[in-house]
């Protein structure tokens, strides 16, 4: 008798299920343009902009990329001591001044801003961004005369070519995160005379700004939202359902915009649209309002890292991966020994693809808190990635590990079902039946039509020789899903074993080989099967087709010898009979 | 719908329904004395004056702070205008906080009732009355729930509220257990109100947050401890319910509608805003969406705040709100509404479109703006100088003793606002000249509304939080004419609340409701008051009762105070002569 070699590995079931968790899970493919941009080491360029000013100084430049690094960190005290370095070293640094006034602008210190944007000005008198970072200071203190006419300076300024002395010095990042660094325009100070209009009850006026702000151009989602608002005001709904939905072309999750445009269609008796917009309204709403919680908290709460990390945490559930990074970042800067968030910074750099930092970042948080499951099942998850893209066996067994190391440190994790079958499977091969046997029924209590696991719970039972179990199980597997190969074989490889049903056996072989053609392991049993029923004819022609498609398969070539020995020793009989 | 009737009775031809009634009298020739010389002065300026000092009033909030910053201890507590004693004239209750952890007081801090004397001065009979209440308390509403014909308290709490049943004789009854009332969660305010019609007075308390004084988390920014905001507490469901007219009450919160775990209710204010003659029902939230509950007529309620325009600003965003407040700002007969708001947000003004939406006119109607730099609790519309157009009061006064460390250019005490209407739906902030009253700064929170001297104009009671509450006394002095309605139910609930009187006086109509609570978290004089301007009378008067009464009455003379009872005519308080 000869055995055979079956693989039971069922590769495209668990990459078609390792794409699914990679893309639906950590939404591995959905990055934007502006996420990419956000991918900051803010730890890192922290660290490499303080060891710039250690050997410099007294190089203001220096100073200020510090401060700006410190600003992308949330650490506003450290980023403004270093503003007040550079002023201090170079009183006549309107950067310095500037930058202070927007550090002193992001914590509602408005009145500290305004007087350093006006230092910034003494030194630079024409600044046309000073004027404009000055006017929203004023704004944010209602204080409306004065706003006005900084922004009125501003716009005045922005409409004469200015020499480069007068652009901002901005970081050598993105300035994204900076709500009062807006960008100063012509249609930005037209914004704001339109927001100051409109406080004042003058309507009219403010629409006239809000105009001259769309004609100055670029567009802005803000002033097209503002003209909106506006019409509803005066009750022009057509009009403000036509300047409503340009903001929310230019700008589509804003979630005002949409609040205003149902009020909009209400009011045009549209309840259609209405309703819909509402909706809208009430999905963005409830986005917006968890991150703006969260801010609100940051500027609370003397726990930072905490709250930075609950705000990361939030951004993961909304698939940004990029903000989700930097807010993780900004938690392990306030609290460096904050294990969680590197587990959590690796689950975000996943999201962005970047996987050797996301091993780096789970390898921290794996060593300040050995106990961390979460950390070794994404470890683990990375590196089945990586093995289904590599093939190679060590690649899994790393991953299956790491996996196993996390199932076991927290039983009760919620875990993805391919892992668990991963581990299911390493348990399998080293022959720990019962372990194996626990993670394929814990699959199906999540699952109970995850035909894989049936398939290999019948493996477990058949190595059990609990056969009618193991019968039981890959005929649930066919019924979930007819076209599995493998389940038919299984059962025809089962029968054959008992002895039983043969005919069966080798009908449920040939299905196999039918919607698996180029397995040469099933021609294999199907040759043992006729073999068992003596018809060695057939034996050798399903051998010999095994053969063909493995050439050099020695289990095969020894099955042929013996078949084509147990053929002549029947002609032999027969000849003798006759 | 019940039925309706059109009662149309002239007083000079029914002039029997005008009498003189006993208890009244002694105001009667004060507010002949007092009309004769003011009419005399043709100054049409607001002048409030702060009086407090020669009332008699001795009152000092507590908020228990002990340096712990609890958040409980930033809300203050309120004060009711109602004429307990029926006397004619209306009293005061104050409601007070307690001590919290790591404060002892020497005397624990209690609500106190200061009965109005008459003469301008009150007298502290909270003892004899016994409504000295020591829970934490926060707001008051006064209403007649059993219709024996004399006005019942309600107090909430942080901590269950109390209900005390007016004998009759100058003491009252805590019947809080026997009525099933003692709503435990922390209640902001309260109003009674009948909304179904059944002239029975059911009573709504808007619940604000869960919190716990042994976990009151820390808060603070840039380095300044500070007490935490709403964000930091999960909210927690207000209750309604209805009064089964046998003494007790029964929770229909849920069955009627109203129930939302999420509210953070800070006021409440009953007011029939669709004209269907029947009380709807508007819930101000804290940094959650206000809710505006349309009754539907069949004791359900549907929240129509989003679809209507009310329950978030223009960004869709919610507010910090605090008091609503109904009034007909343009005399257009749709009640408009307006909501205090935090600091560095506008009071909020929604015009009622008469189509079930309503419009954003907060700065438009020059409110918005000013409101910007104060941080508003209490407030009212009332037309103070009588001119027949609703005015707006709103006290101030941020929640923390250390502001200036965040924000340079406010104060802990503020000075309380004063809006003067236009008559075309815009204001003018007057709080600067109108008398030095209005120039006090303190850390204002409660305000009530009411004539406590029976002049013919609307004086305004002041709480402070941690501080003694300010009495301003109405001494504007025009020669405008005004009218006073008290309405007395007799198939409606005896307290007359929700009913609406119609004036029509030199061209314009105005109109009111009678309310109980409503600012916050203080209760006004429930007796109506309307400015006539220059007109000498009234060409109609319509009273609408909760019942479906309709009456209506012609030709009233001005400068009176009137009793309406429900099918039974007016009666002047005025000796004929």
């Known amino acids: 008798m000869y055995s055979y070699y079956h693989e039971h590995i069922r590769t495209p079931i668990l990459v078609w299920a390792l794409r699914l968790i990679l893309i639906g899970i950590l939404g591995f493919t959905c990055l934007s343009v502006a996420q990419e941009k956000l991918e900051i080491d803010l730890i890192e360029t922290v660290t490499q902009a303080k060891q710039t000013v250690d050997e410099n100084p007294t190089l203001t430049a220096a100073r200020l990329n510090l401060g700006?690094?410190?600003?992308?960190?949330?650490?506003?005290?450290?980023?403004?001591?270093?503003?007040?370095?550079?002023?201090?070293?170079?009183?006549?640094?309107?950067?310095?001044?500037?930058?202070?006034?927007?550090?002193?602008?992001?914590?509602?210190?408005?009145?500290?801003?305004?007087?350093?944007?006006?230092?910034?000005?003494?030194?630079?008198?024409?600044?046309?961004?000073?004027?404009?970072?000055?006017?929203?200071?004023?704004?944010?203190?209602?204080?409306?005369?004065?706003?006005?006419?900084?922004?009125?300076?501003?716009?005045?300024?922005?409409?004469?070519?200015?020499?480069?002395?007068?652009?901002?010095?901005?970081?050598?990042?993105?300035?994204?995160?900076?709500?009062?660094?807006?960008?100063?325009?012509?249609?930005?100070?037209?914004?704001?005379l339109g927001l100051i209009a409109s406080q004042r009850g003058r309507l009219d006026t403010a629409k006239e700004y809000w105009r001259q702000a769309i004609e100055t151009g670029p567009p802005l989602a803000e002033v097209y939202f503002e003209l909106g608002v506006a019409h509803n005001k005066d009750m022009q709904w057509e009009k403000s359902v036509r300047v409503l939905r340009e903001a929310i072309r230019l700008r589509p999750e804003m979630p005002a915009a949409h609040y205003q445009l149902a009020r909009a269609y209400l009011k045009l008796d549209n309840m259609t649209e209405g309703t819909r917009e509402l909706e809208e309204f009430q999905r963005l709403k409830t986005a917006y309002a968890r991150l703006s919680a969260r801010h609100t908290m940051i500027r609370a709460a003397p726990d930072a890292a905490i709250t930075l990390f609950g705000l990361a945490r939030k951004y993961m559930q909304e698939e940004k991966y990029a903000e989700a990074s930097r807010e993780f970042q900004k938690a392990l800067w306030h609290d460096p020994r904050l294990a969680k968030a590197y587990s959590g910074l690796g689950r975000a750099y996943v999201g962005l693809g970047r996987l050797d930092d996301a091993l780096e970042a789970l390898g921290k948080a794996i060593e300040l808190e050995p106990n961390m499951a979460e950390a070794y099942i994404t470890k683990g998850l990375i590196l089945l990635t990586r093995a289904d893209k590599s093939g190679a066996r060590s690649d899994y067994e790393r991953a299956v590990s790491a996996c196993r190391e996390g199932i076991e440190l927290n039983p009760k994790l919620k875990v993805p079902i391919v892992i668990r079958a991963a581990i299911g499977r390493a348990y399998l091969r080293e022959g720990k039946l019962a372990r194996a046997s626990h993670q394929f029924e814990e699959i199906l209590k999540a699952d109970a039509n995850f035909s894989d696991a049936y398939f290999y719970l019948g493996a477990i039972h058949l190595a059990r020789h609990e056969y009618e179990k193991a019968e039981n199980a890959y005929l649930r597997v066919i019924e979930l899903e007819p076209s599995s190969a493998n389940a038919y074989e299984r059962l025809a490889h089962l029968y054959g074993t008992r002895g039983i049903l043969l005919d069966k056996a080798i009908q449920y072989a040939e299905r196999a080989i039918d919607l698996k053609p180029d397995s040469a392991a099933y021609y294999n049993t199907l040759s043992w099967l006729h073999f068992l029923g003596k018809d060695y004819e057939k034996a050798e022609t399903s051998v010999i087709k095994a053969l063909t498609l493995q050439p050099d398969n020695q289990l095969y070539s020894e099955g042929l010898k013996v078949i084509r020995e147990a053929k002549q020793s029947e002609d032999g009989g027969k000849k003798v009979g006759k | 719908m019940s039925f309706r009737s059109r009662a149309t009775i002239s007083n000079q031809h029914h002039s029997a329904f005008f009498v003189f009634h006993s208890p009244y009298l002694k105001i009667s020739a004060a507010v002949i004395v007092i009309l004769s010389f003011s009419s005399a002065i043709a100054d049409a300026q607001l002048r409030f004056t702060d009086v407090t000092a020669t009332t008699g009033i001795r009152f000092h909030h507590e908020d228990g702070r002990s340096g712990a910053h609890y958040f409980l201890e930033t809300l203050g507590a309120g004060a009711a205008w109602f004429d307990y004693d029926q006397d004619g004239d209306i009293d005061i209750y104050f409601v007070n906080g307690a001590d919290l952890p790591g404060m002892k007081s020497d005397v624990p801090p209690t609500n106190a009732l200061f009965r109005n004397d008459g003469d301008g001065t009150f007298t502290d009979v909270t003892d004899y009355a016994g409504v000295g209440d020591l829970g934490y308390g926060f707001s008051c509403a006064a209403g007649d729930y059993d219709n024996n014909g004399f006005p019942d308290l309600y107090i909430t709490n942080f901590g269950p509220n109390v209900l005390y049943q007016n004998n009759g004789n100058g003491t009252f009854t805590d019947v809080t257990a026997q009525a099933g009332v003692g709503d435990s969660l922390w209640g902001a305010s309260s109003a009674f109100a009948d909304y179904d019609n059944d002239g029975h007075l059911d009573l709504f308390v808007a619940n604000y947050v869960q919190f716990e004084v042994d976990s009151n988390p820390e808060c603070g920014t840039i380095g300044v401890r500070t007490h935490c905001g709403p964000e930091a507490f999960h909210g927690t469901a207000s209750v309604l319910y209805r009064n089964s007219g046998d003494g007790t009450f029964t929770d229909v919160t849920e069955k009627s509608g109203v129930w939302n775990p999420n509210g953070k209710g800070m006021g409440v204010i009953w007011c029939d805003y669709d004209n269907d003659a029947d009380l709807d029902l508007f819930v101000a939230n804290d940094k959650v969406e206000d809710w505006l509950y349309r009754n539907e007529g069949d004791g359900t309620f549907k929240d129509v705040g989003l679809t209507s325009g009310v329950a978030l600003n223009e960004m869709g965003a919610p507010y910090s709100s605090m008091a609503p407040v109904f009034g007909d700002i343009d005399n257009n007969g749709w009640f408009d509404l307006a909501i205090t708001n935090f600091q560095d947000e506008p009071n909020s003004v929604y015009y009622n479109d008469g189509d079930g939406f309503f419009s954003d006119i907060t700065y438009r109607s020059g409110i918005g703006g000013p409101s910007l730099t104060r941080l508003a609790w209490g407030a009212d519309f009332a037309d103070l100088d009588s001119d027949g157009w609703l005015d707006l009061f709103v006290a101030t006064g941020h929640l923390e003793e250390n502001v200036q460390l965040l924000n340079p250019t406010t104060t802990y005490p503020q000075q309380n606002q004063l809006f003067l209407s236009r008559g075309d739906r815009t204001f003018d902030d007057v709080s600067d000249s109108s008398g030095d009253g209005l120039l006090l700064k303190r850390v204002s929170r409660g305000a009530a509304f009411g004539d406590y001297d029976n002049d013919g104009d609307v004086d305004i009671l002041i709480t402070n939080s941690n501080q003694t509450p300010d009495l301003l006394r109405n001494d504007t002095a025009n020669q405008n004419h005004w009218l006073v309605f008290t309405a007395v139910g007799t198939k409606s609930n005896r307290s007359g609340i929700g009913t609406r009187i119609t004036v029509s006086a030199g061209g314009s109509v105005q109109m009111r409701e009678v309310k109980s609570g409503g600012s916050y978290p203080s209760h006004s004089d429930m007796r109506l008051h309307f400015g006539l301007g220059e007109s000498a009378a009234a060409e109609q008067v319509e009273i609408r009762w909760s019942s479906g009464l309709i009456e209506h009455y012609k030709d009233v003379r001005s400068n009176r105070f009137l009793i309406a009872t429900e099918g039974k005519g007016l009666e002047s308080l005025e000796a004929e002569n």
């Open chain 1, 68 to 192: 700006f690094a410190y600003l992308e960190l949330g650490s506003m005290q450290q980023a403004e001591a270093e503003f007040k370095s550079v002023v201090g070293l170079d009183p006549r640094a309107p950067s310095g001044y500037y930058w202070l006034g927007g550090v002193y602008f992001l914590q509602s210190r408005y009145e500290e801003a305004i007087d350093v944007f006006q230092r910034a000005l003494e030194q630079l008198p024409g600044w046309s961004a000073a004027y404009h970072a000055l006017g929203m200071s004023h704004f944010e203190r209602h204080n409306h005369d004065a706003a006005e006419i900084a922004f009125n300076i501003a716009l005045n300024l922005m409409q004469k070519p200015q020499s480069s002395q007068y652009e901002v010095l901005a970081p050598s990042f993105g300035t994204g995160g900076y709500g009062w660094n807006i960008k100063p325009s012509p249609a930005n100070a037209l914004y704001f």
